[in-house]
């Protein structure tokens, strides 16, 4: 057993009917254009992975890695890279891809960032959306879940970077955690 796996969020089941879902809404969406994924490392490789899978297109994936700059708690929305793209992005149509969007300070960087590179069009796919955290408005174009304000893990999403492995997404009691 995993010390600290409280309740389950979101089955397996229910994760990959909502992804089959946004992947033939992204397919009708990205008819014809030049699409690149971005993932946002590490807490989105698992969404991705199983994205794409259902994206029937041509597309390109690329990964940046981030972290919040500064060693304070609380995020200053200063984000650094620690690995950029591989491939410029002039002219493709840019798709973000991220595990969960909670204050939006690293996609606010994000986008600003990425638009400053001239693509021909910039949206963001998130598995998970916790508005009522939101700290700076972030236009969100794909929701896979909108979630209560509670520290889940799984699918992606880490606690001291364990958990990622997890195929749910469960709520985390970090008092029962060593
Ligand atoms: C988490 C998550 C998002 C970001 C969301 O990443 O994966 O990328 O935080 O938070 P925000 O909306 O408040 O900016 P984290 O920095 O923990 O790195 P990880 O993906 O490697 O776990
Ligand atoms: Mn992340
Ligand atoms: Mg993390």
Do not use: W
């Not at 994936?61 to 890279?81: E, K, L, N, P, Q």
């Amino acid at each position: 057993m995993l010390k600290g796996i409280g309740r389950v969020l979101i089955d397996e089941q229910t994760l990959m009917r909502r992804i089959d879902e946004m992947g033939e809404q992204i397919t009708r969406d990205y008819q014809g254009k030049d699409l690149v994924l971005v993932g946002i490392l590490k807490g989105s490789v698992l969404f991705l992975a199983d994205l794409v899978k259902r994206i029937k297109l041509p597309l390109v994936i690329d990964f940046m890695a981030v972290s919040s700059y500064g060693s304070s708690t609380h995020s200053s929305g200063v984000v650094r890279i620690l690995k950029d793209l591989d491939e410029e992005i002039e002219g493709k149509d840019v798709l973000i891809v991220e595990d969960i969007i909670d204050t939006g300070l690293t996609l606010n960087y994000l986008t600003e960032l990425l638009l400053s590179r001239n693509p021909r069009s910039l949206k963001i796919c998130c598995c998970l959306d916790k508005p009522s955290r939101r700290k700076v408005p972030v236009k969100v174009d794909y929701v896979g879940f909108s979630i209560p304000d509670e520290f889940v893990v799984g699918y992606g999403l880490d606690y001291a970077e364990k958990y990622r492995n997890l195929p749910y997404i469960c709520i985390l009691d970090p008092d029962e955690v060593e």
